[in-house]
């Protein structure tokens, strides 16, 4: 026999990886937010502390920016996963090989 087989069951498994680090990175994402909300006019009022205000936005912005793509994707690679070894379990059935 050549070719490869596919173990749907390991597809799914890994399913579960990507959910639980997703999980984890929205919980890290939701901290960084609660941390820069809370200490977010801490920053004093010298020159260093308004120079660092005038720049946080833009630095929250492209921090968050980038946390939400990686979720997307850590959604997307699940999504792709779960479907792929939705594909694979159908193509395994006898009826769908024609058997």
Do not use: C
């Not at 937010?33 to 020159?47: K, M, Q, V």
């Not at 936005?57 to 997307?72: D, K």
Request: proline share 3%; net charge negative.
């Amino acid at each position: 026999m050549s070719g490869y087989y596919v173990h749907p069951s390991s597809l799914r498994s890994q399913t579960h990886v990507y959910d639980q680090q997703r999980i984890d990175v929205e919980q890290t994402r939701n901290d960084l937010w609660a941390a820069f909300d809370r200490d977010r006019n801490t920053l004093g009022n010298d020159e260093y502390g308004a120079e660092l205000a005038k720049k946080l936005p833009r630095i929250e912005e492209e921090i968050f920016t980038a946390l939400n793509a990686y979720i997307s994707e850590l959604e997307d690679t699940s999504s792709g996963l779960r479907t792929t070894a939705g594909n694979y379990e159908l193509a395994d059935q006898p009826w769908a090989s024609g058997s």
